[in-house]
């Protein structure tokens, strides 16, 4: 009997050991689980965009921020934000900061791209955690972009009213600024003004965007007439929503371009037709821009 006694007694001194080892070690896996690193911050509240003479003015939507760090000489993506952003990073110290401008692709807030023709913005800061860094980008279009522009400031313009269209525009003047205004009142039903035509618009998937400041309080259609040696094809593309105060929209055309595959040129128009005869229909636009 005493052998036996003491062999229960041996093993159940083993088996609470083990078990206050195994207790031990869930104990210490579910700490470092919950251990949480405390993060730095950049906070991104304002951004400007910075133009020159042959770009045109520097109106933007951008709306997103796309933020890339520098890690171990490696620069690794971490997160797209809606604006303004306050934005974690598990990082100390001096490091590089690259910061790409999100917009909304044809307006549409389920379509949110980096936005090809504004360079990356970089900046040096010194993070420190549970702190805050405020960065304030200054965004430039990429060096290799082309622009067709009408900002109604000089003398003529490059975009005119088609046969379609019952009335013209008038340029008008406020703060120092001109842009188009039109008003489709009465029995005019349509108003629709086109660019020049345009040849060898780069094809193969190269982008190609409308940039267009506007508001307005009927919507309208945004799209293009495709010129074949024996016909012309009107493509539309988009169609925009009233707007009360001043937007700016960036309509992707790249598909379209690319696809209009032996164009001879195209030609971009705006056209509203005013589906309400009891009320008056009217748009303002400025900044017309092709780039490419």
Known sequence: MKNNSYKNTHSFVNITFLFLISLFFISSCDK???????????????????????????????????VYVESDSEIEFRGTYPLPATIPLLKTDSTK??????IKDNGIAGTRVRYSFYKTFETDVFLVKDSIVNINPNFEYVSNANFEIENFEGVGTNIDTTIKSDIDFEIETEGGNKYAHAILDDDNLIFEVATEEF????????????????????????????????????????????KEDWNKIYINMTGTVSEAIDNTSLKFYINMFRTD????????????????
């Open 199 to 242: 040849e060898n618009l780069p094809q193969v998937g190269a982008p190609v965007y409308i940039e267009l400041d506007y508001k307005s309080n009927h919507d309208f259609m945004v799209g293009a007439y495709i010129n074949y040696p024996f016909s012309v094809v009107n493509r539309e593309l988009l169609w925009v929503t009233p």
């Open 277 to 292: 005869t009891t009320q008056d229909a009217w748009i303002e636009f400025d900044n017309f821009k092709l780039v490419y």
């Open 32 to 66: 470092e689980e919950n251990i949480q690193e405390v993060p730095s911050y950049i906070h991104i509240e304002d951004l400007i965009l910075t133009t020159n003479s042959s770009e045109g003015a520097n109106t933007h939507n951008i709306t997103d921020v796309w």
């Open 97 to 102: 900061i690259y910061i790409r401008a999100g």
